[in-house]
């Protein structure tokens, strides 16, 4: 069932990039697979899936270890600075900074492994007050601040848009991202590119690759729901 709906989802992906003029092979599908047991897990993978977003620091931690290391782990959720050392090594994409402390720390634990640490900056579109993410206004700022930390690039722009039945709401918010990016790629900050945009959930994840999303995360579309209490984790 899994590998159907990986399938499916590829197939409505391969379609939307087709109308848009878009080449589907620029389009990573992350499957998000929080609060879901290892054996969906490795459904997912014998569907030919390798991308994996979790969005808590010790759910990665247990996955990693008993998991195939042939896949890519992305942490989505808001991190903690003093969990970053338990992952840092373990993921191929942090999601979710949205503060030059969280990048600071980020920096000092990627020089203790000797790595270069790849992020996008989690941007609160909508402003929502129960959200985490940087103001559109601030990102500029907080991408020159975070270039000068000599263990990181960023990669580009991701956001939560709000929960909307209808993903047509959800459009504006996506062209705006889509837009702040095209600013920031202009300054040519050193360090830092614009060639992720993660953005797009189960509901509204065309609409998002119409409007430049080059990476889309998807849980519910693949696993199913999840239980009520676990989701508020
Ligand atoms: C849970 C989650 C998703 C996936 O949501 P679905 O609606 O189940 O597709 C995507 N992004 C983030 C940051 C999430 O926490």
């Known amino acids: 069932m ?42 997912a993978y014998d569907g030919g899936n390798r991308e994996f977003g ?37 993921v191929c994409l942090i999601h979710s900074v949205d503060s030059f402390r969280l990048a600071e720390e980020i920096n000092i634990q990627a020089k203790k492994k000797n790595l270069i640490a790849d992020i996008l900056l989690e941007i609160n579109i909508a402003q929502e007050l129960s959200k985490f993410g940087v103001s559109r206004e601030d990102t500029l700022l907080l991408a020159e601040q975070i270039s000068g930390l000599s263990q990181i690039r960023i990669k580009g722009l991701m956001t939560v848009a709000p929960f909307e039945e209808n993903p047509e709401n959800n459009r504006k918010f996506f062209r705006q991202i889509k837009e702040l990016s095209v600013d920031i ?26 409007e430049g999303a ?14 009520y209490a676990m989701e508020r984790n």
């Open 2 to 43: 899994i590998k159907e709906n990986l399938n499916q989802i590829k197939e409505q992906i391969r379609k939307t990039c087709e109308k848009a003029g878009r080449d589907a092979g620029e389009i990573t599908l992350v499957a998000v697979s929080k609060t879901k047991p290892l054996s969906l897990l490795k459904e």
């Open 185 to 210: 790629m202009k300054k040519n900050i050193d360090n830092v590119t614009m060639d992720v945009l993660s953005m797009g959930m189960t509901n509204d994840y065309l609409v998002a690759i119409e």
């Open 214 to 227: 080059t990476l889309v995360r998807v849980g519910t579309g693949i696993f199913g729901e999840r239980k």
């Open 54 to 90: 979790e969005n808590k620091v010790q759910e990665i931690v247990d996955k990693y270890e008993h998991f195939s290391k042939d896949v890519h782990w992305h942490m989505i959720g808001h991190l903690q600075r003093n969990k970053v050392k338990y992952i840092i090594d373990k």
